[in-house]
């Protein structure tokens, strides 16, 4: 794998990501407000930025499992032609809609007047 610098996410280069001027390849090492992670994916509709964050006292272990969880669950990277088979297991998974059978509404036998509701 080439080595890619760290980049330093300020507004500017946020800006950049979200208007699709720059691009970031997933796991590439990001350095924010939060402190340093790996960039997942920029939203291009929204322009959020996603990055999975390393946390106090994080091993590489930990912080690896957390990013390939990201990457699994975002479908981010080689995991990308993973999201039509879930999104057909989804469809497939989805009962079918019953529709409601009508009830006749039962008419009362007496016709209702307020002032019976008094005497009840």
Not at 13 to 36: D, I, S
Not at 82 to 102: C, G, N, S
Request: proline share 8%.
């Amino acid at each position: 794998m080439p080595y890619f610098p760290t980049i330093e996410l300020t507004p500017q280069v946020k800006m950049l990501l979200a208007r699709g001027a720059l691009t970031l390849n997933p796991g590439q090492w990001v350095r924010g407000e939060k402190g340093r992670g790996r960039f997942l994916r920029t939203d291009p509709r929204t322009g959020t930025t996603y990055v999975s964050w390393l946390r106090p006292g994080d091993d590489w272990e930990t912080a690896s499992q957390r990013f390939h969880r990201a990457c699994r669950k975002g479908y981010i990277g080689k995991y990308r032609g993973l999201y039509e088979f879930d999104k057909a297991t989804r469809t497939a998974d989805v009962p079918v809609r019953r529709e409601k059978v009508r009830v006749p509404v039962q008419m009362p036998l007496f016709a209702y007047k307020a002032k019976d509701a008094i005497h009840a």
